[in-house]
């Protein structure tokens, strides 16, 4: 869930001369940075090109016509220049960023293949705060993607940003033009006008050509003296592909009952928090969302190498927007994640907290309602449309974004910490991700602690389903593994087909899945149990790859026709006596009805990949022949034993 009154990025400039404008300003030439963006299909590949990235409005200099006086000072209009919506607009001029005054002044970097968006920079007149950018077709027009049947990917290094702040790529359903032509704005795309959001951001200076002047208020959770805002909200549909830091992530849809921009009028229509109106506006604020920490998997992404997804290094994220039977005009139905990070794939992890059935690892209708029912929220999602919903409007086209920003309501606990403030931690969905919240999140804080903190954004690719990025490829022996070692010293056995034990078990199968391997630790090929969806025929060793165009782990072969090269004759040291290993479940296996030798997804997750079980030694047995077994040991073959009485309840 998302507590957002104003917009995705909140302007923060401590500048009385930095604010921004209607009217196309002449000072100073457009200087657009860019972004490489690539359009892919499987047959014949990615073409790239240079797009060009323009400033948000919002963060523009505004002035008047015909000089260098401001119209907006800090967190006030000038009343002389803006007493009402259209003198204001056709009054004040925004103006244009030269190349210099991107980087220097707003932060932005140009990087080979993409920028680096800083967090906090110090320029002539204050400090500017993060930053909104658009990609564009040409120099008047918004490029409008279409994202149904297709698959998204980009690049992104998350390193530097810290609990509370959030780098987001996201989409939303504005006008190509930005608006141009309506009322009095003149400026268009060119200048990153016509912003909108699920939110129905009030703090939009213009909206459909109009300054949002009436009623403007200050905003009293900005220390810095910069926000306020207006009567009139700026609503449309948003596709959330990334909200992250290097603590946490979400990727949500959010649907709206309107189409494109729609300037709504009054605290219901708008859904304004403050009036206890969120579930009545015309756009479903809390979206759908699918944060790995909040859906059970807390060691799936953060920082460092014990996280399936590294935070400290750079990733590409691709995100899949499936339909239901597979083509453009279809119904769009499902929405997939998966990592690509050292040369591996890594698939957003299914739920462990939904309950028997429902481990869903993508974002459907189906995992909405089970979601909002086991959290308690307000199914919004499904009052303004559903998946099908947001399809429709993913069908009218929408504007590619990159931001960054801090969040002077919440501090962004909604994304990374416990929210909201009065639910109990143990409470389902609450927790988000292990930040502690409190002072250390507030912009104040961050921007005096981090000021150089960012986001870097490279390589956007759009295109077919499983167009966007190749798929790692091991490198495959040519060559079966010789019969025999010529010396014991060169073999080992493994139990899963891939890696050695330690020398002092090298004598005899100690579970059903032990193996010689002649030559020692096997390269280029995938584990035993491990994931091989997307390369078949890579498993070590006689093991198959068995599973469906989803998902497909490498399993011992059928029969013993096929069994695994034998081992030597050789004499070899005696191994150890095998123990016998527990299996005791967690407590929230027990709860849930969870056995440790069916409950194949934590023994995948877990084990000896997570700190906790290690610690606790739990599903020892079923770990240990999952090939996954902790530190040192050695069981016995499972089947000898009645596993029930081993357990430690």
Not at 13 to 27: K, V
Not at 295 to 307: C, K, L, Q, S, T
Not at 608 to 637: H, I, Q
Request: net charge negative; hydrophobic share 25%.
């Amino acid at each position: 869930m998302k507590i957002r009154v104003l917009s995705k990025l909140l302007p923060a400039l401590l500048s009385p001369s930095l604010t921004l404008a209607q009217q196309a300003g002449t000072y100073e030439t457009e200087q657009k940075p860019t972004i490489t963006l690539k359009e892919c299909t499987v047959a014949g590949g990615c073409t790239s090109r240079k797009a060009k990235l323009t400033l948000d409005a919002n963060w523009r200099w505004i002035h008047e016509t015909n000089g260098y006086q401001n119209c907006y000072t800090g967190n006030q209009w000038d009343t002389g220049k803006c007493s009402d919506p259209a003198q204001c607009a056709q009054n004040c001029a925004l103006e244009g960023v030269s190349k210099q005054k991107y980087e220097n002044t707003y932060g932005i970097k140009q990087l080979q293949d993409g920028v680096r968006l800083n967090f906090a920079t110090d320029h002539q007149y204050g400090v500017n705060v993060g930053s909104r950018l658009y990609v564009m077709e040409d120099d008047e027009n918004y490029a409008m993607f279409y994202l149904k049947n297709r698959e998204f990917s980009f690049e992104v290094d998350v390193s530097e940003l810290y609990c509370g702040m959030n780098g987001a790529m996201y989409f939303t359903e504005m006008q190509a033009n930005g608006g141009k032509g309506i009322g009095s704005n003149n400026a268009g795309a060119k200048y990153g006008t016509g912003y909108c959001d699920a939110q129905c951001p009030h703090d939009m200076k213009f909206i459909d050509g109009e300054a949002n002047v009436v009623d403007w208020t200050t905003n009293p959770n900005d220390k810095s003296n910069n926000m306020g805002a207006g009567k009139y909200g700026a609503c449309c549909a948003e596709m959330d592909i990334w909200e992250a830091n290097s603590m946490a992530s979400a990727f949500t849809p959010h649907t709206c009952s309107t189409e494109k921009l729609y300037r709504c009028s009054d605290p219901l229509e708008c859904g304004d928090n403050g009036s206890g109106y969120r579930y009545d506006g015309v756009c479903d604020k809390d979206g759908c969302d699918i944060n790995p920490y909040r859906m059970g998997n807390e060691d799936f992404y953060g920082r460092g190498d014990h996280y399936a997804v590294n935070t400290l290094k750079p990733m590409t994220v691709v995100t899949q927007f499936l339909t239901n039977d597979g083509t453009d005009t279809g119904d769009f139905s499902e929405m997939r994640r998966l990592y690509i990070q050292d040369g591996k794939i890594v698939h957003s992890p299914p739920s462990t907290i939904l309950g028997p059935g429902k481990e869903s690892d993508s974002i459907t209708d189906q995992f909405c309602d089970d979601k909002k029912d086991l959290f308690g929220d307000v199914n919004d999602y499904q009052e303004h449309g559903g998946m099908k919903g947001m399809g429709e409007s993913l069908d009218r086209g929408h504007a590619m974004i990159f931001s960054l920003w801090d969040d002077v309501e919440v501090n962004m606990l909604w994304l990374d910490s416990a929210y909201p403030l009065d639910k109990s931690t143990t409470d389902p969905g609450i927790k988000r991700g292990d930040c502690p919240g409190g002072e250390t999140s507030t912009p104040t804080y961050l921007r005096g602690k981090y000021p150089n903190g960012g986001v870097v954004f490279k390589n956007a690719a759009v295109g077919e389903i499983g167009s966007t990025y190749v798929s790692p490829t091991p490198e495959t022996p040519t060559n079966k593994p010789t019969p025999k070692p010529t010396t014991v010293s060169e073999g080992c056995f493994s139990n899963d087909y891939k890696d050695c034990l330690p020398k002092s078990y090298s004598n005899g199968p100690a579970s059903c899945n032990t193996v010689w391997l002649p030559n020692g630790p096997q390269q280029g090929c995938i584990a035993l149990w491990g994931d091989c969806t997307d390369n078949s025929s890579s498993c070590c060793g006689n093991a198959v790859c068995f599973g469906d165009a989803d998902h497909a782990a490498c399993v011992p072969p059928a029969d013993s026709t096929n069994s695994p090269t034998s081992k030597p004759t050789t004499p070899k040291p005696t191994p150890p006596t095998c123990t016998i290993c527990d299996d005791r479940e967690t407590s929230w296996q027990i709860q849930n009805g969870f056995d440790c030798a069916t409950d194949t997804v934590r023994m995948d997750k877990k084990c000896n990949k997570d700190a906790k079980w290690a610690n606790k030694g739990y599903c020892r047995l079923s770990c240990y022949n999952a090939g996954s077994g902790y530190p040192g040991d050695v069981c016995c073959d499972g089947t000898l034993f009645d596993r029930k009485s081993l357990r430690g309840r």
